[in-house]
């Protein structure tokens, strides 16, 4: 079936933008993340949705960091006043959680590249 | 919370031969330790897994051991071949819904 999706690929703002950044996870799949890569490192956690709500945004950086998931399907990470340090691989995973023993497993999209000239 | 080190960042093998990667954790709640292969421009894909209740794993030529003791867990690659090459990623949770913590990745190349 179809996986993850991530739009845009690709975003090249100016700093001060404001830019927005979309997420389709698998269908059926209950829980979603937001991860921040930076060039050689790990994926960092950013926030996690159980459906609609926020059950963790503890990883959000500052308050200029804002994401949605208002049906509890698709997902919307949002960036206020860019900045040259926000640019970074953002990536988006979905997990069937709940699912028995399947629930811990989170699966990738391929992450839109942000950079912020 | 959670620190996850992983070793080598590098690391080069001639095609056939086994590749080791090994990662240490922090937080003794952990209880999932999972491990990616992120291949150039693509999110990382999800490889093997092991739960704390295992201590071993196999896939085909992919093996994960877990010692909860030492707080260690290692991906065995066995008879690599070129299209191994990527970077691989461990992470560790201490349980469902909550954040992975990732290593900080191991570029393997594999030479033909």
């Known amino acids: 079936g179809a996986g993850v999706s991530q739009t845009p690929s690709n975003k090249v703002t100016e700093k001060g933008k404001y830019v927005e950044l979309r997420c389709d996870p698998i269908s059926g799949h209950t829980a979603l993340y937001w991860y921040r890569q930076s060039l050689g490192q790990g994926p960092e956690f950013l926030i996690y949705?159980?459906?609609?709500?926020?059950?963790?945004d503890s990883g959000l950086p500052n308050d200029r960091f804002f994401a949605v998931r208002p049906e509890g399907s698709v997902s919307t990470l949002k960036i206020q006043r860019t900045e040259r340090g926000d640019s970074a691989v953002y990536l988006c995973?979905?997990?069937?959680?709940?699912?028995?023993?399947?629930?811990?497993?989170?699966?990738f999209g391929p992450g839109t590249r942000l950079t912020v000239t | 919370g959670e620190n996850v080190e992983q070793h080598p960042s590098t690391l080069s093998v001639q095609e056939g031969d086994s590749a080791v990667i090994k990662c240490t954790y922090s937080?003794?709640?952990?209880?999932?330790f999972p491990w990616y292969k992120q291949e150039l421009g693509k999110g990382p894909q999800l490889i093997i897994d092991?739960?704390?209740?295992?201590g071993e794993k196999k896939d085909q030529r992919i093996a994960v051991t877990l010692n909860k003791t030492a707080k260690h867990f290692s991906l065995h690659i066995t008879e690599t071949q070129p299209e191994d090459s990527a970077v691989y990623f461990c992470?560790?949770?201490?349980?469902?819904?909550?954040?992975?913590?990732f290593g900080t990745g191991t570029s393997l190349t594999v030479i033909p």
């Open positions: 995973a979905s997990s069937p959680s709940g699912e028995g023993t399947r629930d811990y497993e989170q699966y």
């Open positions: 949705f159980q459906g609609t709500g926020a059950a963790d």
């Open positions: 092991i739960r704390s209740n295992v």
């Open positions: 992470a560790a949770t201490p349980h469902t819904g909550n954040q992975f913590y």
């Open positions: 937080d003794s709640a952990s209880n999932y």
